[in-house]
């Protein structure tokens, strides 16, 4: 997959994400040569997981039926949520111009209906 998950001006981009794994029907994306954040649009996916260096769960992005990210999940220190540098289950969204909302603690429910996601940092 190339740079944002697009193709530029129907020439294709360079591949920097290679799917490594799926969780639950999902993908799990690595990025190549050095790539580390998920893409902003997806091809044909509605999501992508990301994880971190030992296999755990650390970012999900959902993708509209226009394949635009609208929501990302991430199990990361959040300073504004938890300022001791925790790792907290939060979520963003976005609008179509890829700009994020503010951190927000993931409640229970959200927990709950990702859980199948969730490697490794929630039993």
Do not use: C, Q, W
């Amino acid at each position: 997959m190339g740079g944002r998950g697009t193709f530029a001006a129907g020439n294709p981009v360079a591949y920097v994400y290679k799917t490594i794994d799926k969780i639950a029907g999902m993908k799990v994306l690595e990025g190549i040569g050095g790539k580390h954040s998920l893409p902003e649009e997806a091809h044909s996916s509605s999501g992508y997981i990301k994880l971190d260096k030992n296999g755990n769960f650390y970012e999900m992005r959902l993708y509209d039926k226009d394949h635009y990210l609208y929501f990302e999940l991430a199990y990361h220190p959040e300073p504004s949520i938890d300022p001791s540098r925790r790792p907290v289950l939060h979520y963003h969204t976005y609008d179509r111009h890829f700009n994020r909302s503010r951190a927000t603690k993931a409640s229970k429910a959200m927990k709950n209906h990702f859980l199948k996601y969730l490697r490794g940092i929630i039993s």
